[in-house]
């Protein structure tokens, strides 16, 4: 006898699918709102049993009562935060790579997988222009590959410092105030100081505000430097070139954080702001914000994948098979080890609709948040409070108080318009749209920008 009861198993396995591809079908998709604890332990009852409650009505209490109390980040007008909005072949392939079964961690056990997910990784080091060797891996997201590119760059500091004989061991990383959270988190982890550098008038991180500040505190105590290609509050690019250029000159690691903003890499009308991107030694984006794949999938590349492999390779013996392969183990080059094959979905959808489709639809979000700002010009009752870079919009409501804003925000997502909440700015309360979804129109802008008259 199997130790679970397996004898319905086909039924549910086309139970399960039908529910995924009626979701994947889906248009429009609803956008839900949470619920309180309280609420959902009523509606949904005791689930975890000794007995368990069956295929058909676990499903049935996720389809009724969970999935409805989970906000779709894939609706057009979920504009907050970082929306996830992928295609319909990337999301329908997740499903095919849970049913897999595939180790996505070593070449020995996944080398179609990871073969597969190197082809994604090319493209975005090609777009980039990170040259011919580099390679890394996809990690669970950009909190992730910030800590693993940066735990590299550490230990490729201190090796050049032991070697060059030097007794100070480098614990400091720079990097704007714009810089996302999980910078100061990864210094935090490794527990690393984290030195804040004054942004330029644009808001950017400058050669010449950081050339001071790697002076002020001895450029030889600092492992890397971290640049923002595209900040996730307003989208800010810092001067790539420029900050490159002053890494090179003191021999500081230079990372760049793409998380969100990246995927501009593919969008010839921004792809100017990027110069200087391909010297990085490090640089992560997030497929899972503007490329179009499912949740967890951040891309994380080195310039000499080798420093990582160094810094990353866990030693046991039960992985001496591993370790000592000369293939490309995926998990060398970041924190952790299990890992999923999480770049799949992104590949089947890049091998299906080629990269001209992607470089489209960022051009296409880009056009819906410059119509976002006109729009937003052409309102007296509101204004922009930085001119756009990329595809995020952060705007005052002229005359409205926090609690206006919060009462807003509720409102819309009460009454199923939209997902947009509250952001603030040194202090005042604004509000801010992110737009990754090809499927966002203006249409959605203006219903947005209409409920706040
Ligand atoms: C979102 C974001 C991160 C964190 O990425 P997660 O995938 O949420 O861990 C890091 N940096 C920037 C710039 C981001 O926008």
Not at 115 to 120: F, G, I, K, Q, R
Not at 301 to 318: E, F, G, I, N, V
Not at 408 to 421: G, M
Request: a negative charge; hydrophobic letters at 45%.
């Amino acid at each position: 006898m199997h130790r679970f009861d397996q004898t319905s198993t086909r039924a549910t396995i086309d139970a399960v699918l039908a529910y995924a591809a009626d979701r994947l079908s889906l248009d429009p998709v609803p956008l839900d709102a949470p619920r309180s604890p309280e609420e959902l332990a009523e509606a949904a009852g005791r689930t975890v049993t000794p007995e368990g409650l069956g295929a058909a009505k676990a499903l049935e209490v996720f389809a009724e009562v969970l999935a409805p109390a989970c906000l779709s980040v894939d609706h057009p007008r979920y504009l907050s935060f970082i929306p996830c909005a992928p295609t319909k072949e990337a999301a329908a392939f997740d499903v095919v790579v849970g049913a897999s079964s595939i180790y996505g961690g070593s070449w020995l056990e996944g080398a179609g997988a990871v073969h597969a997910e190197n082809e994604a990784l090319r493209w975005i080091a090609d777009l980039a222009g990170l040259p011919p060797q580099a390679g890394g891996v996809f990690v669970p997201g950009g909190t992730i590959g910030n800590l693993s590119a940066l735990v590299a760059a550490r230990h490729s500091a201190r090796a050049r410092a032991v070697a060059a004989g030097s007794d100070v061991r480098p614990w400091r990383v720079a990097t704007t105030y714009g810089a996302h959270s999980s910078i100061q988190s990864a210094c935090d982890v490794m527990d690393a100081e984290l030195v804040t550098v004054p942004m330029d008038e644009h808001w950017r991180l400058s050669a010449a505000a950081l050339r001071a500040t790697l002076e002020e505190h001895g450029a030889q105590t600092f492992f890397a430097v971290v640049a923002t290609s595209g900040t996730t509050n307003f989208g800010v690019v810092d001067d790539l070139a420029a900050v490159a250029e002053v890494c090179a000159e003191y021999g500081v690691w230079f990372h760049v954080d793409g998380a969100y903003g990246g995927a501009g890499l593919a969008a010839p009308s921004v792809r100017h702001l990027y110069d200087g991107i391909e010297q990085a030694d490090s640089f992560i984006v997030d497929p899972h914000k503007w490329l179009f794949a499912p949740f967890d999938c951040c891309a994380l590349l080195y310039r000499d994948p080798a420093l990582a492999r160094a810094a990353h390779t866990q030693k046991a013996s039960y992985l001496d098979i591993l370790t000592e392969a000369p293939e490309w183990n995926p998990t060398d080059y970041s924190v952790g080890l299990t890992r999923r094959a999480r770049g799949l979905p992104l590949w089947y959808s890049l091998a299906t609709h080629g990269t001209q489709a992607y470089t489209d639809a960022v051009e296409r979000t880009l056009q819906v948040a410059a119509y976002a700002e006109e729009e937003i010009g052409r309102r007296p009752y509101l204004e922009v409070l930085r001119e756009r870079d990329l595809s995020v919009v952060v705007f005052r409501r002229v005359g409205w108080t926090p609690a206006d804003y919060a009462v807003w925000s509720q409102r819309l997502l009460d009454e199923q318009v939209a997902f947009v909440v509250p952001t603030s700015h040194e202090g005042e309360t604004v509000t801010r749209i992110a737009v990754v979804n090809p499927e966002t129109s203006e249409e959605d802008i203006r219903v947005v920008l209409n409920s706040m008259t």
